[in-house]
């Protein structure tokens, strides 16, 4: 009788062994994929009126969608397609990019100073130098 509880432990045991093997090599399978948030190519930008500077989405998910804003029209303007912002007078601004990502929001923010162009004077010597 202990033989034959002995033999069924070990066919047990063995069973037991064989579905973990098993339950180990197909649970990687179906693990969730390590996917990176997005993010703005810059969190800080400094520009001269007149000037632009393009926002990129890093890691961009498909079938998403962006809308970019500035909190400050007087100072950078945005391009609410492509995220192209423009100076427009010196300033401090922040840019935002609201991101729809199947059915919950990310809100992505850079800030914008804008400076004035600096004035190019000339220097003219009236006398010669000694």
Known sequence: ?????????KRLATIILAMALVLTS??????????KQPSLNATKKTIVVGKTFNFNVKNQVKDSTYAWSSNNEQVATINKDN???TGVAKGLATI?????????????????????PAKLRLITRLKPLK
């Open 96 to 116: 935002t990019c609201r991101i729809k990502l199947s059915g919950k929001y990310v809100r992505l923010t850079a800030k914008v100073t804008v400076l004035k």
């Open 26 to 35: 197909i649970t990687p399978a179906f693990a969730k994929e390590d996917v």
């Open 1 to 9: 009788m202990v033989q034959k509880q002995s033999k069924g432990m």
């Open 83 to 85: 995220g192209v912002v």
